[in-house]
Antibody, heavy 119, light 108 residues
Framework: EVQLVESGGGLVKPGGSLRLSCAAS????????MNWVRQAPGKGLEWVSS????????YYADSVKGRFTISRDNAKNSLYLQMNSLRAEDTAVYYC????????????WGQGTMVTVSS | EIVMTQSPATLSVSPGERATLSCRAS??????LAWYQQKPGQAPRLLIY???TRATGIPARFSGSGSGTEFTLTISSLQSEDFAVYYC??????????FGQGTKVEIK
């Protein structure tokens, strides 16, 4: 079964850090680009970051650039998002999603992990 | 940044009726347009990519059309499981993928 499972979410104080993980199974992870998309409570979807299959290309939304770092370990079939200098406006459910190529739609989504930034 | 605008915000439809959702891009995205369905408490699910190609396992009652700046998602005969929020997404102007604000399809 094709599956993405996120973990690592939780409650963190403003200015704090958190590392999200996304474990992939059921498909050739190393051949797919990967993405993080977030959804604030009651709001729509916002693209956060993308990484190509070999990590050659990495992109960030302006709202997280300089604070978040995306990475992947193809040997472990895992995607990561290191989040530093967290702000209240980063509070959201974070989804990992895959696509055949970095310029494609996101065809597989995980169930999401909740990040709450609050004092 | 390409702004995606969906209309209406909420669509009230009776089961068995046809639903038509619209998505407009602030500039041309060619056919690089996807539609996603999201039910409460669940992750989004890809329905349509390339503006009109159904994703794997998506029923034929879902169809997409359009190109350039105007796109439409049609659900030919609404089933109970189709009541959800639908998002369009452009992936033409990468690496700056943008989503519409969503259309909620509710039971009339």
């Amino acid at each position: 079964e094709v599956q993405l499972v996120e973990s690592g979410g939780g409650l963190v104080k403003p200015g704090g850090s958190l590392r999200l993980s996304c474990a992939a199974s059921g498909f050739t992870f190393s051949s797919y680009s990967m993405n993080w998309v977030r959804q604030a409570p009651g709001k729509g979807l916002e693209w956060v970051s993308s990484i190509s299959s070999s990590s050659s290309y990495i992109y960030y939304a302006d709202s997280v650039k300089g604070r978040f770092t995306i990475s992947r370990d193809n040997a472990k079939n895992s995607l990561y998002l290191q989040m530093n200098s967290l702000r209240a406006e980063d509070t959201a459910v974070y989804y990992c999603a895959s696509g055949p190529r970095i310029q494609d739609a996101f065809d597989i989504w995980g169930q999401g992990t909740m990040v709450t930034v609050s004092s | 940044e390409i702004v995606m605008t969906q209309s209406p915000a909420t669509l009230s439809v009776s089961p068995g009726e046809r639903a038509t959702l619209s998505c407009r891009a602030s500039q041309s995205v060619s056919s690089n347009l996807a539609w996603y369905q999201q039910k409460p408490g669940q992750a989004p699910r890809l329905l349509i990519y390339g503006a009109s190609t159904r994703a794997t396992g998506i029923p034929a009652r879902f169809s997409g059309s359009g190109s350039g700046t105007e796109f439409t998602l049609t659900i030919s005969s609404l089933q109970s499981e189709d009541f959800a929020v639908y998002y369009c997404q452009q992936y033409n102007n990468w690496p700056l993928w943008t989503f519409g604000q969503g259309t909620k399809v509710e039971i009339k």
